[in-house]
């Protein structure tokens, strides 16, 4: 079963994430260990290893980012533990250029902007993800997915930045 089957929702990039997380709080009340306190050993081990199929299939289904890389494994590329180079060098240039302006930033309304800009891009390329997804372009859409996880590590240089502006 995988994680969409287990949610009982349709395997597509665009979901309702309160629906999400109606289902799993639901699921999460029946799968509980506790309820199966009483049980046999393998009972309580299933209860255990059902919970834990559980709370990674949400974890999984809740990111965009991850939800369409498990989309992308489904349809049989996995990206997980890939080494592949992105070979966008316009794209190369601006994620030099990313981490040249994070240098930069030194007080929070340069921090403000900076979130800011690169939340706007991450969202236009995240509907490029999901546009190439619905297409079934899945190559289109692992370099897309593989651009994502360059601009959300900048967004974590980001967050640490923002540690050294704060603090």
């Given at each position: 079963?995988?994680?969409?089957?287990?949610?009982?929702?349709?395997?597509?990039?665009?979901?309702?994430?309160?629906?999400?997380?109606?289902?799993?709080?639901?699921?999460?009340?029946?799968?509980?260990?506790?309820?199966?306190?009483?049980?046999?050993?393998?009972?309580?081990?299933?209860?255990?290893?059902?919970?834990?199929?559980?709370?990674?299939?949400?974890?999984?289904?809740?990111?965009?980012?991850?939800?369409?890389?498990?989309?992308?494994?489904?349809?049989?590329?996995?990206?997980?533990?890939?080494?592949?180079?992105?070979?966008?060098?316009?794209?190369?240039?601006?994620?030099?250029?990313?981490?040249?302006?994070?240098?930069e930033v030194t007080?929070?309304?340069?921090?403000?902007?900076?979130?800011?800009?690169?939340?706007?891009?991450?969202?236009?390329?995240?509907?490029?993800?999901?546009?190439?997804?619905?297409?079934?372009?899945n190559e289109e859409?692992?370099?897309?997915?593989?651009k994502l996880k360059?601009?959300?590590?900048?967004?974590?240089?980001?967050?640490?930045?923002?540690?050294?502006?704060?603090?």
């Open positions: 079963m995988n994680h969409f089957e287990l949610f009982d929702m349709p395997a597509a990039f665009s979901l309702d994430a309160a629906e999400l997380q109606q289902r799993y709080r639901k699921l999460q009340q029946t799968l509980h260990p506790d309820r199966f306190a009483t049980g046999s050993e393998r009972e309580k081990l299933r209860a255990v290893q059902r919970t834990a199929q559980l709370n990674d299939a949400y974890q999984t289904l809740r990111s965009p980012l991850t939800r369409a890389e498990y989309l992308l494994e489904l349809r049989g590329i996995d990206l997980a533990h890939e080494q592949t180079t992105l070979q966008d060098p316009d794209f190369l240039m601006a994620q030099m250029e990313w981490r040249e302006r994070i240098e007080d929070l309304e340069a921090l403000d902007n900076a979130y800011k800009d690169l939340q706007e891009q991450m969202n236009a390329l995240q509907g490029e993800l999901e546009q190439h997804l619905e297409a079934n372009a859409a692992a370099i897309a997915i593989r360059f601009m959300h590590k900048l967004h974590h240089e980001l967050e640490q930045t923002e540690e050294q502006i704060r603090y």
